[in-house]
Structure formats: structure tokens, C-alpha cells
């Protein structure tokens, strides 16, 4: 009797710290979730409509395509046999679970920010997914950029590992927004300009970058940055929801909003908006007026095709159609991301609070390079705007660029 | 054979107004279910974005909105001594056919029928005597202040503009005082009105007339409806009937319900599958689900716990004649009851036209409009006027599009220079008052299956018998009077008289406000739906639209066939599911 009573004793202890792990670990899971979704990894690492998080989504750079993997923990094609430590190494040195280099076109050199308890918990978050088999492709690179050594150089030259630290003279939200958006967000990715190399431009910070024939904008938000006009709770909004009164989202950012930032708790989007908008810009030149002529066809093919959404007058319809006046993509020196949208049309990201999927349609196969550099012209000249003019052989070079299509 | 499906709690057939409404309101109960509709995808960007939208040789003239009547049509004839013959175009009404049906293309005037028109037989009897011999017109079997809160919830989905003219029981100036009591007023604001309406209004307040602005589904400002859903103001460019808008800014189940409704995982739409019968068991007292095929002709059967038809009326009365649902009507005998009191509209006009006053009606919308009510339903008394119901009367701004529109003045030519002399002078300067006068419904008019003429699939066509009435020559003789008396003080150079005679004519476009044919009622022996929109003969079988109206009254029947649908919903949800069966006890 003795006996079987000590037995028991010792079973409930037993169970007690079986409990108390997996308490942990449901905290773990959870923090590991969230920043899996703040880091918006499903966004690279899942193809439209496939698998999440199981990877091959072709990420065209300018050095060629490369392949995101399979993040699920499947054995063979996943991270199925990578440790803790191994998961940490990638993220935080850009080393597969081989020491082999990982090109940085996987973040690392935001993610290296993140501390090892941000690290391992995403791990254990992606522990919990349904392991997902699926071989990603080779990448498409060119010799020697396909020779994963070559990007010890580019480390040497523009990594340095190292965890988030911060700054005291700075309140505790401007430093957890630094850390969201310099870490997990990653966002320089797209919205700072890239050398030569694809490293981020040094005094280009968040001004603006190019990726994928799109113009990412200047997200810069204090004096003279790209979202100066956006008040914090603005960009809150925009953030929470894929529209404010200012703008819409679309293409890419959409993904970041649908998969991410949606789901972020309001005080970390506060954070982000603290932290942007203490980003001062440069002052911008003005730019070239342009003819009179362009304007006059612009202003006419505008009121024609543009109206019945934007306006006459450029101020559209805030949270439904985005205003022209004012607006960043607009204004933004590089112009290919007007030129596109009225190439293709785009759609506004859909949201748990704005469902609807909101679409301008394209006008591509309506007016040619002429009309869509006048259109993007008068657009970009008017109600106070001074984006420039465009070109049509910017149109015709852009129009060819996306008749070869996505990889 | 046909290959077996998994088995769905609730198969809709169709996927239009009621079918996206039923969809939002039982997947949200919890319930599985599965949309099937014969038409495409359809959505704004793709099928009908601004760039495209507004091209006449394509959507109207080519029917690329309607139902196909290549593959599947009705056959038509005036009475009994004539052999019905196959439509092969569309004319007097235009069918919708895929995703959104004909909610798609429509004009988005959203009324609510009057109190009395749901209890025609019984209050007109009371006020007038015995109903005419041969009128089958009976009550509706619910009551307009049961569905108060159902039309509330439709113009608040849509953002419907209007003025209230009956708050709470207190008449508010300026709305419609005939209507029935508002809970709330519209969402939104009456559009803005051109100088066509305010003719209209200044000639109507003349004559001692309450006009109020039309309740539209085109909106009057950007509007954001209780599922979060978005619509966008409306520009006026007038293509809003036989047209998808472009712009965002009719509401239709793509800009209503739809974006919400397509991400939930227990809803289901299969696109291009036709339902071909609905299966029972072998009591035939339950509906065991329904069969279908694809564009590839393989056939599918799909189990279901309910069926709800939400096709259009022509389309439901007759696959319960398909599937053997029910006696199909027939008059000599008076048995039968699917198919029976089918009715449509019977609308009128008056031309205005001005000398030097440009009415632009090029600036249009499918709802902007004034509207007076004082001879529609029974709001003036029909003592010695020989008819009963009647129709609202309204100066509409729809459109001039350029190849439809061409009023002329009387005495034009037809053809040639003359013609087009009068075409060109009159084409911005002028407008009219259109009378929408109610169908009551006689034991002549009906629906069957047509004994020659089949579809595609080999199945007989459905048959219209149908031609105007006594009751409907009378009032709409009357109706026409009265907007001629308004039109003349409208102040313009000349009016022209466009009056319905003669015998009911396919052709020329009146309205697409089909219905009867599967109407309800009080009892199984008067009608085939119940008050719940549910099946006598086959309890787990509703069917929804406007074939359930016993006659049509003097207004467009969306409001109220989407007011009726989240009635049968509600009334699914609260005491089907708990206690699946018969919900009125026979």
C-alpha cells in the first residue's frame, strides 16, 4: 500500500511538470505566432493559394530568382531535423543547418535583431505546423552569385550580426517600433533603395526602393519624408485595416497587411507610427514643369477615364478610392508604380474591417505609352503635386518588362 | 450514372439576391452550404469594370447579362387558343443568369409593397364587395409588420437612399405618407434629383400630390454596410439597368454580401452546374437533395439535409414541375397549384418634351427619381372605378444611352430624316412620367410545361399564357390619365401619350418583374409555399423570389422578395432547425 501511495506521489509530480511545460510552451507557441506573423514569413515562404509556410514562392531579385523553402518541420524537404540552435544560427548569422550561407535575400540582416527568445519561439510555433512535403526548385542564379560562398563577402561587407538594442534616450513605444520594423517587419526589404549589390543604400533608409517592377514608397513619416501628411494614428489605420484617408494598399504591401499587420496588437502598430514618424526626409528639388500640351491631353484623357473614382479634382473618395492629391505613390520621384497601376489596374488589399477588394481596372490595353505617360503627367502635376512628368518610353520599357511576366 | 457528392446540410439552386442573402444568413447559423448556380463567376473588376461597363452593343444589344436562350427559353402565348412558340430573344423582360443573377443588372428602385398588398383579397373585399369573376387574388399569408424588420435589414445591407415618409408611426414631410410604418428611416440620403424631377415635383405639389424621392439601390454617398462591406458613390452615368455598374455603386450581391460570404469555409459556390431535379425519397414527402450537371454533361447527385430554389421564378416553378413537386395548375379544372397566378407589371407613360429647358438625361441612375404614390394599392378609393390595386407614378432620370433612347414627339416619322431630325432635337430635352401599375392575378394567366418545345438537355420548356386583364386595362387606363394630368403642368412645349392596349406583346422591354407560380398562402390548398416560403408537400424544400407573390403589386419586387427571404431565413434558424419539419400545421 505504502508503496503504491509513494508511486502516486511521485506520478502526480511528474504530471505537475509535464502541465507547467506545456504552459510554457503554449506561451512560446503563442509569442512564436504572433512574431511569425508580424515578420509577415508567410508572406515569402507560401505561393498564392498553396500551402503556407511550405515554400517555393519565386522571389525575383535583380541577381535572378531564388526559391523560398519549406519551413514546415517535414523531415526531408523542411526543417524537420533543424535544432534549436540551428533555427538561431539562420536566423540571426544567415547559416543554413550545412554552415552553408544563406543569401540575404532571407532577411537575417533584420532578423539578426531579434533576440533568441523572440528566435526560439518562433520555432516552436512553426514545430506545431502540419509538416508539409514539398521540395522546393534550384534558384536561378547566375555563375558565381549561385556559389552560396560568394555571400560571405557580401557579409563581410554589409552584415553584422547582432541583437536590437535600445535606445535609452528614446520612449520605451519608439523603441519596440524600431525593433518591429528594423527586426521582425523587416521593412527596408522593400522601402529602402538597394546598392549594387542588394544591400540597402547607405542614407537611404526607408526613403523609397524598387523591387519587383514596383515602387515601394518612402515611409519615412516625419519633416519631408514620404508619409509626412500621415498622422500617427493614420498610419495606424492604414496598417489595421489596408486603407486610410490617404491611401490604399495594394501589390505587395497587401500580403504584408493580409497576413500581418492586420493581426497586430494596436499598441505595437502605435509603436511602428511612433517610430516612422520621428524619420525625418530631405528636402526634394522641384521638379521640371512639364509641357503645356501633356498637361492639356492629360487633364483630358484624367477627366474621361479618371473621374468617376478619383474626382476632378484629385480628391477621390478616402477609404474607398484613394486620393491622387497628396498622395505618396503619386508623388513618388520614381514613377513606376503609377505607370503600372494604370497599366494593370490594382486591387485594394482586402481586411477583416474592409472586405471588399476594392480594384481600379487597367488601362493598358486602352491607352497607349502617349496617353498613360500624359495621364501619369497631369497626375502627378496637379493639386499640388510634384511627382514630375513621365515619359512614354518609360511606359513602352516598363509595358516590356511585364510582358516577360514573373519567372 | 450519376456520381455521387457528399452530402451538404442546405443546397441552394441559384446564387442571386436570395440565393447570397440565404447563403449569409445560414452559414452564419453554423449550417454547410453549397450554392449552385448555371451561370459564371461573375464580379466588378473582371466582368464589369468602368473601362468596359458602359457598352450598349454588348450588354444590351447582345444580351451578354441574360440567361442564354440558345441552350434553355420559355415559350409564350397570349391564351389558350393560340400554340405558345419559343422566345429566341429576349424582349418584355430580361432574365439574369450567373453569379448575382439578375440582381446584377438591375435598376436598384428598392420599395416596400404597402400593408394592404399583403392582404389584397381580404381588405379589398371588405372595402369593395366580392372580387371579380375569374380573379384569383388572395392574401399573402404575412403581414407587412411581420416583415418590417426584414425590408430594414435589406436597405440597411444595400444603403438604400430614401426619405422616410411613416417614422415610427409619425408621417414626416417631404417622404411617402402611404407606407407602411418605418422602424428606422434609409440609411442614406435621397440622390441628388435634375431638373426633370423637380418638374415633376412642382406639377404634382400643384395638383395637391405628396412627391418623394425614389428609394435607391445607387448610392447617394460611399456607404459602408453592417457586414463592412463598401459601396461607392454613384456618378450618374446612367448604365445601370441591363448593366453591371462599374463603379461600386449599385448595391448587388457582388457589392453587398459577397466579399464577406466567399471567404467563410463552410459556404461553397460551384459555378456552370445546372440543377436538373430536385430528389426525394420514396414517401416524396423529403427532398433528399437535388441532381446537377457541368459544362461537361456529368451528371452529379447532391445530397442535402434542406434545398432552398433561389432561381429565378420562372426557373423555380418549373423545376417543381421537373421534379414532380406538386400539381401543376390547371385552369378548366381549377386543381393544381404550381404554375398558378402568374402575373408581371403592366407600366405606361408620358413623353414631356421642352422647348429651350435641357433636361441631360444622360445624367441618370437606375433609382433617381420622384415618385408619387396616391393611386398605387388602395390608398384612393376604387368605388366605381371598375378595378382594384393600382401604381405608383414617377419621373425616372435613368438614361439616354445613344443607341437606345430616342424619344420622339407625336406625329415623328419612323425611319429616315424626319426621324432623325426629332431624334437629335429632342434627344436632351425631354423626360417623362412613367406609370408601375400592379398585376392582379386571374384564373387564365399561368405557367406550365410546354408540350413540344424542350431545352438542351432534352427537358420541356416552361409556357406562358399570359395577356393583360380586365382589372389591368381599367387601371391602367386610369393610371395614364393621371400622369397626363401631372405631365402637362410640367411645363414643357408638347407631351405624347404612350398608353398600354391592345393585348400583352413579348417584344418590347416593360419590366422584368416576373412572378407567381409558386405562391404562398394560408393553406395547401391554396397555395405552394406556406407562409415561411416552405414547401407544403415537401417540408424540407423552401423556395424564395418573387413566384411566391399571389399577385404582384403596384412597386418593383426586390425589397420585398429579399425582405421575404430573410423572413423564410430567420424562421429556418429559429424553428426549422430546432424542430426540422412542417412549420405551419396544415
Known amino acids: 500500500m505504502r508503496k503504491s501511495a509513494s508511486f502516486l506521489v511521485a506520478g502526480s509530480a511528474l504530471l505537475g511538470a509535464v502541465e507547467a511545460a506545456r504552459a510554457n510552451d503554449f506561451a512560446a507557441v503563442e509569442r512564436g505566432r504572433y512574431l511569425t506573423q508580424a515578420g509577415n514569413c508567410q508572406g515569402c515562404h507560401t505561393p498564392a493559394g498553396e500551402e503556407p509556410f511550405a515554400g517555393s514562392r519565386p522571389l525575383e531579385t535583380p541577381f535572378g530568382v531564388i526559391y523560398t523553402p ?203 507610427a511612433t517610430y516612422l514618424k520621428d524619420l525625418t526626409g530631405e528636402e526634394r528639388a522641384a521638379p521640371r514643369k512639364p509641357a503645356d500640351a501633356v498637361m492639356t491631353a492629360g487633364a483630358a484623357i484624367y477627366l474621361d477615364n479618371c473621374t468617376a473614382c478619383h474626382v476632378s479634382d484629385g480628391s477621390g473618395v478616402p477609404r474607398f478610392f484613394p486620393p491622387l492629391a497628396g498622395s505618396g505613390k503619386v508623388n513618388n520621384p520614381d514613377p513606376t508604380t503609377v505607370i503600372r497601376v494604370l497599366l494593370e489596374g490594382a486591387r485594394a488589399v482586402p481586411t477583416k474591417t474592409h472586405p471588399s477588394p476594392l480594384t481600379m481596372p487597367a488601362f493598358g490595353w486602352k491607352l497607349d505609352d502617349d496617353e498613360i505617360a500624359a495621364v501619369a503627367t497631369y497626375v502627378r502635376s496637379s493639386w499640388g503635386n510634384s511627382g514630375g512628368a513621365v515619359e512614354a518610353d518609360e511606359v513602352r520599357k516598363l509595358r516590356g518588362l511585364l510582358a516577360e511576366g514573373p519567372p | 450514372m450519376a456520381k455521387k457528392l457528399p452530402p451538404v446540410d442546405v443546397v441552394l439552386v441559384g446564387f442571386g439576391w436570395t440565393g447570397a442573402i440565404m447563403a449569409q444568413e445560414l452559414t452564419e447559423a453554423g449550417l454547410q452550404v453549397l450554392a449552385l448556380e448555371r451561370g459564371g463567376w461573375r464580379d466588378t473588376p473582371t466582368h464589369f469594370p468602368t473601362t468596359v461597363a458602359p457598352d450598349e452593343l454588348r450588354f444590351y444589344w447582345r444580351h451578354e447579362m441574360f440567361q442564354d436562350t440558345a441552350r434553355e427559353t420559355l415559350t409564350f402565348r ?46 379589398n ?72 424631377q423637380k418638374q415633376f415635383g412642382m406639377a404634382a405639389r400643384e395638383l395637391g400630390l405628396n412627391p418623394f424621392p425614389a428609394p435607391s439601390a445607387n448610392m447617394s454617398r460611399p456607404y459602408t454596410n453592417p457586414l463592412g462591406v463598401q459601396l461607392a458613390p454613384c456618378t450618374y452615368c446612367g448604365f445601370c439597368e441591363k448593366y453591371g455598374c462599374g463603379n461600386y455603386s449599385k448595391a448587388i450581391p457582388q457589392t453587398t454580401i459577397l466579399p464577406v460570404l466567399m471567404g467563410k469555409h463552410n459556404f461553397t459556390l460551384k459555378t456552370h452546374n445546372e440543377v436538373l431535379e430536385i430528389t426525394r425519397d420514396s414517401s416524396g414527402r423529403r427532398a433528399t437533395g437535388v441532381t446537377h450537371v457541368d459544362v ?109 433612347t430616342h424619344r420622339t414627339p407625336e406625329g415623328t416619322p419612323e425611319w429616315g430624316a424626319g426621324w432623325k431630325k426629332a431624334v437629335k432635337e429632342n434627344f436632351l430635352k425631354s423626360t417623362g412620367v412613367s406609370t408601375h401599375g400592379a398585376s392582379m392575378a386571374y384564373a387564365q394567366n399561368r405557367l406550365d410545361l410546354d408540350p413540344t ?65 409558386t405562391i404562398m398562402g394560408s393553406t395547401p390548398a391554396n397555395s405552394v409555399v406556406n407562409r415561411y416560403l416552405q414547401s407544403w408537400d415537401v417540408p424540407n424544400l423552401f423556395v424564395m423570389g418573387a413566384g411566391v407573390f399571389p399577385q404582384n403589386a403596384g412597386y418593383n419586387p426586390t425589397g420585398t422578395v429579399a425582405a421575404l427571404t430573410y423572413w423564410a431565413a430567420e424562421a429556418i434558424k429559429s424553428r426549422y432547425l430546432p424542430d426540422p419539419g412542417p412549420m405551419v400545421r396544415a
Not at chain 1, 552569385?145 to 560571405?152: A, D, P, Q
Not at chain 1, 489595421?240 to 504584408?256: K, L
Not at chain 2, 390547371?330 to 404550381?338: N, T
Open chain 1, 70 to 272: 519549406n519551413i514546415t518541420f517535414d523531415t526531408e524537404t523542411g526543417l524537420g531535423r533543424w535544432t534549436k540552435d540551428d533555427f538561431w544560427r539562420a536566423m540571426h548569422e544567415g547559416k543554413a543547418k550545412d554552415g552553408s550561407q544563406l543569401y540575404p535575400a532571407f532577411p537575417y540582416p533584420h532578423f539578426t535583431k531579434m533576440p533568441r527568445e523572440d528566435v526560439d519561439a518562433i520555432y516552436a510555433y512553426l514545430a506545431t505546423l502540419e509538416p508539409v512535403r514539398k521540395k522546393r526548385p534550384e534558384n536561378e542564379l547566375p555563375f558565381p552569385l549561385n556559389w552560396r560562398f560568394t555571400v560571405k563577402g557580401w557579409n563581410m561587407t554589409f552584415f553584422e550580426p547582432g541583437v536590437f538594442r535600445p535606445d535609452p534616450e528614446k520612449s520605451q513605444a519608439w523603441n519596440r517600433g524600431a525593433y518591429l520594423v528594423e527586426g521582425p517587419g523587416h521593412c527596408s526589404g522593400c522601402h529602402t533603395e538597394k546598392n549594387l549589390l542588394g544591400a540597402d543604400k547607405k542614407g537611404r533608409h526607408l526613403a523609397g526602393g524598387r523591387l519587383e517592377n514596383w515602387s515601394a514608397p518612402d515611409i519615412r513619416a516625419g519633416r519631408h519624408g514620404g508619409l509626412e501628411k500621415w498622422s500617427e494614428e493614420e498610419i495606424v489605420e492604414f496598417l489595421r485595416t489596408g486603407r486610410n484617408a490617404h491611401s490604399a494598399a495594394f501589390s505587395i504591401m497587401s500580403e504584408v497587411i493580409s497576413y500581418s499587420t492586420q493581426h497586430m496588437a494596436e499598441a505595437d502598430l502605435k509603436a511602428i
Open chain 2, 296 to 404: 461537361h454533361g456529368e451528371v452529379f447527385e447532391q445530397p442535402a439535409e434542406i434545398v432552398i430554389l433561389c432561381a429565378y421564378p420562372l426557373q423555380n416553378a418549373r423545376l417543381m414541375m421537373l421534379s414532380g413537386i406538386g400539381r401543376t395548375y390547371d385552369p378548366r379544372s381549377g386543381e393544381g397549384l404550381v404554375g398558378k397566378n402568374y402575373c408581371y407589371q403592366v407600366v405606361s407613360s408620358v413623353d414631356v418634351f421642352y422647348e429651350d429647358r435641357y433636361t441631360n438625361q444622360f445624367v441618370g441612375a437606375g433609382a433617381l427619381g420622384m415618385v408619387i404614390d396616391e393611386y398605387n394599392g388602395d390608398n384612393f378609393d376604387h368605388a366605381g372605378l371598375g378595378f382594384i390595386g393600382g401604381g405608383y407614378l414617377a419621373c425616372w432620370t435613368t438614361n439616354a444611352r445613344p443607341i437606345e
Open chain 2, 453 to 517: 418545345y424542350t431545352d438542351v438537355y432534352g427537358r420541356p420548356l416552361l409556357r406562358m399564357t399570359y395577356d393583360f386583364t380586365p382589372n389591368d386595362r381599367a387601371m391602367t387606363a386610369y393610371l395614364t390619365e393621371r400622369a397626363t394630368e401631372i405631365a402637362k403642368r410640367m411645363g414643357g412645349r408638347e407631351i405624347k401619350v404612350n398608353a398600354r392596349e391592345g393585348a400583352y406583346d413579348s417584344m418590347p422591354y416593360q419590366t422584368t418583374h416576373n412572378t407567381g407560380g
Open chain 2, 78 to 123: 397570349n391564351n389558350d387558343s393560340q400554340t405558345a412558340l419559343p422566345m429566341r430573344r429576349w424582349g418584355s423582360f430580361l432574365p439574369g443568369s450567373g453569379v448575382g443573377g439578375s440582381g446584377v443588372h438591375w435598376n436598384g428602385q428598392t420599395f416596400r409593397f404597402l400593408p394592404s398588398d399583403f392582404v389584397a383579397a381580404s381588405h
Open chain 2, 125 to 196: 373585399t371588405d372595402r369593395y364587395g366580392p372580387l371579380p369573376e375569374g380573379m384569383t387574388v388572395q392574401d399573402y399569408g404575412v403581414t407587412y409588420d411581420e416583415l418590417e424588420t426584414h425590408f430594414d435589414r435589406f436597405e440597411k445591407l444595400c444603403g438604400i437612399g430614401g426619405k422616410a415618409g411613416n417614422l415610427r408611426g409619425a408621417l414626416q414631410a417631404g417622404g411617402n405618407p402611404f407606407e407602411g410604418r418605418r422602424s428606422d428611416d434609409y440609411p442614406n440620403p435621397p440622390m441628388e434629383m435634375t431638373f426633370a
